[in-house]
């Protein structure tokens, strides 16, 4: 069988394939909640309990589909989540209700929990600690890039037809790339077209102290006692309010602050998830410049984080700006911004945590992300009708500054233990 070159990165392009239909689809309600809101009569704060039971699901879900996945195994286990969300959002269909809808959201937001543990996990088993960021970084556009294609193509389907059909059409792409995903994936020991070239060359470069063999368990309870589980998990806790509200609310801002239309919604509001795909890619390639430039990588990935969170600031200024289009555009730097941190804080999970507990530190780190994003969006469906939206995209600005913070407090980089031997003899043998 003929070898494919750099098999690897076919394998991270497939996650961003899958990856993008899975940000579509949630995506989806976000520019679809005016219509939605308009013709079924739902309110603002059931339509915040609509949002919040996504990401309530989704909370308590990263934790269970990352063990889930390192249990049951990368291929079958992702395949599985993927259906069930295509067939959750095909659902959103059958119901007008809130009650119905947040159902829906519930089941998809806990399958859909599955994403982010399942593409860390395959960026550290398919890529060198060196390349391990911008493998991320490239798989993680597809939450900007799904999140950008939604506007236009649920516009579409809405003024082609319905808000319903939008939802049909968006879970028929998930059920497609399900099996996409279980047809193309191959683990890099099953991989018959990796090159024994390429697979040597991914095997080198990844740490070696990181490694698990088959018969060692994944314990949550080792995850929870480290300290560098805390500092991403607080920083993600701090980061992804931003994200949750470029997802759920800025449509929403657009047409009640900015007066868009549907049909300038669909012009506009992709505008900061191409931005945030920029981000994506940028923060693994910020990162290696660094790292290599003799910056150690968990060092690199902690100044581009911080990086990311100075330019955050930027997006408090939507508070004061009167022009729309500058609004647009302070929202996409914010975009950009977060996900060239937040590419960050996911990768570090592969950076400090053994292969057998990628995927599950991942999810367990993303639910501190989601009950961040859980408590501003239920702050934001109480208050945004009484103090608007000024004052939240202020403490997005505020946020990350923490965040960063607690990264550089935190977090304590592991060291290979014949690397630190190798120092220490190094040490005596100068002194």
């Given at each position: 069988m003929?070898?494919?070159?750099h098999?690897?990165?076919?394998?991270?392009l497939?996650?961003?394939?899958?990856?993008?239909?899975?940000y579509?689809?949630?995506?989806?309600?976000?520019?679809?909640?005016?219509?939605i809101?308009e013709?079924?009569?739902i309110t603002?704060?059931?339509?915040?309990?609509?949002?919040?039971?996504f990401?309530?699901?989704?909370?308590?879900?990263?934790?269970?589909?990352?063990f889930?996945i390192d249990?049951?195994?990368?291929?079958?286990?992702?395949?599985?989540?993927?259906?069930?969300?295509?067939l959750?959002?095909?659902?959103?269909a059958?119901?007008g209700s809130?009650?119905?809808?947040?159902?829906?959201?519930?089941i998809?937001?806990?399958?859909?929990a599955?994403?982010?543990?399942?593409?860390?996990?395959t960026a550290?088993?398919w890529?060198?600690?060196?390349?391990?960021?911008?493998a991320t970084?490239?798989?993680?556009?597809?939450?900007?890039?799904g999140?950008?294609l939604?506007?236009?193509?649920?516009?579409?389907?809405?003024?082609f037809?319905s808000?319903?059909?939008a939802?049909?059409?968006?879970?028929?792409?998930a059920?497609?790339?399900?099996?996409?995903?279980?047809?193309?994936?191959?683990?890099?020991?099953?991989?018959?077209r990796?090159s024994?070239?390429e697979?040597?060359?991914?095997?080198?470069?990844?740490e070696k102290?990181?490694q698990?063999?088959?018969?060692?368990?994944t314990?949550i309870?080792n995850i929870?006692?480290?300290?560098?589980?805390?500092g991403?998990?607080?920083?993600?806790?701090?980061?992804?309010?931003?994200?949750?509200t470029?997802?759920?609310?800025?449509p929403?801002?657009?047409v009640e602050?900015?007066n868009?239309?549907?049909?300038?919604?669909?012009?506009f509001?992709?505008?900061?998830?191409l931005?945030?795909?920029l981000?994506?890619l940028?923060?693994?390639?910020?990162?290696?410049?660094?790292?290599?430039?003799?910056?150690?990588?968990?060092?690199?990935?902690?100044?581009t984080?911080t990086?990311g969170?100075?330019?955050?600031?930027?997006?408090g200024?939507?508070?004061?700006?009167?022009n729309?289009?500058?609004?647009?555009l302070?929202?996409?730097?914010?975009?950009?911004?977060?996900q060239?941190?937040s590419?960050v804080?996911?990768?570090?999970?592969?950076d400090?945590?053994?292969?057998?507990?990628v995927?599950t530190a991942?999810?367990?780190?993303?639910a501190?992300a989601?009950?961040?994003?859980?408590i501003?969006n239920l702050?934001?469906?109480?208050?945004v009708?009484i103090?608007?939206?000024?004052?939240f995209?202020v403490?997005l600005?505020a946020?990350?500054?923490?965040?960063a913070?607690?990264?550089?407090?935190l977090?304590?980089?592991?060291?290979?233990p014949?690397e630190?031997?190798?120092?220490?003899?190094?040490?005596?043998?100068?002194?």
């Amino acid at each position: 069988m003929k070898k494919l070159k750099h098999y690897r990165w076919y394998i991270i392009l497939l996650v961003c394939f899958i990856t993008i239909i899975n940000y579509l689809d949630r995506t989806a309600l976000g520019v679809a909640a005016p219509t939605i809101m308009e013709t079924t009569g739902i309110t603002k704060e059931q339509y915040s309990w609509i949002v919040s039971a996504f990401q309530f699901a989704y909370t308590i879900g990263q934790p269970i589909m990352g063990f889930f996945i390192d249990t049951i195994g990368l291929k079958l286990g992702f395949f599985i989540c993927a259906l069930i969300w295509g067939l959750a959002t095909m659902g959103h269909a059958l119901t007008g209700s809130w009650q119905g809808l947040a159902f829906m959201r519930g089941i998809m937001g806990f399958s859909e929990a599955s994403v982010i543990p399942a593409g860390v996990k395959t960026a550290s088993t398919w890529f060198p600690a060196k390349e391990r960021g911008i493998a991320t970084g490239v798989f993680n556009m597809g939450t900007s890039f799904g999140a950008m294609l939604a506007p236009p193509l649920i516009a579409w389907a809405i003024l082609f037809h319905s808000w319903e059909f939008a939802f049909i059409i968006a879970g028929i792409l998930a059920i497609i790339a399900a099996f996409f995903w279980f047809f193309l994936y191959k683990d890099p020991k099953d991989a018959k077209r990796l090159s024994d070239e390429e697979r040597a060359y991914i095997e080198d470069g990844q740490e070696k102290h990181l490694q698990s063999s088959k018969k060692e368990s994944t314990s949550i309870k080792n995850i929870l006692k480290q300290r560098n589980f805390w500092g991403i998990g607080i920083s993600r806790f701090l980061a992804d309010p931003a994200w949750g509200t470029i997802n759920f609310w800025v449509p929403i801002f657009f047409v009640e602050t900015l007066n868009f239309s549907l049909k300038e919604i669909a012009m506009f509001v992709w505008l900061p998830f191409l931005m945030a795909d920029l981000g994506c890619l940028a923060s693994g390639f910020v990162a290696k410049f660094l790292n290599d430039r003799g910056i150690s990588l968990i060092n690199s990935r902690r100044i581009t984080f911080t990086i990311g969170a100075i330019l955050m600031t930027t997006i408090g200024l939507v508070s004061i700006v009167e022009n729309p289009y500058i609004a647009v555009l302070l929202i996409s730097i914010g975009g950009f911004s977060h996900q060239l941190l937040s590419t960050v804080a996911a990768t570090l999970s592969a950076d400090l945590f053994k292969k057998n507990e990628v995927a599950t530190a991942v999810g367990m780190a993303g639910a501190c992300a989601w009950t961040g994003q859980l408590i501003f969006n239920l702050f934001i469906g109480a208050f945004v009708g009484i103090i608007g939206f000024g004052p939240f995209f202020v403490a997005l600005a505020a946020f990350d500054l923490i965040g960063a913070a607690v990264l550089w407090i935190l977090i304590k980089e592991n060291k290979d233990p014949e690397e630190t031997k190798h120092d220490e003899d190094s040490l005596l043998a100068t002194s």
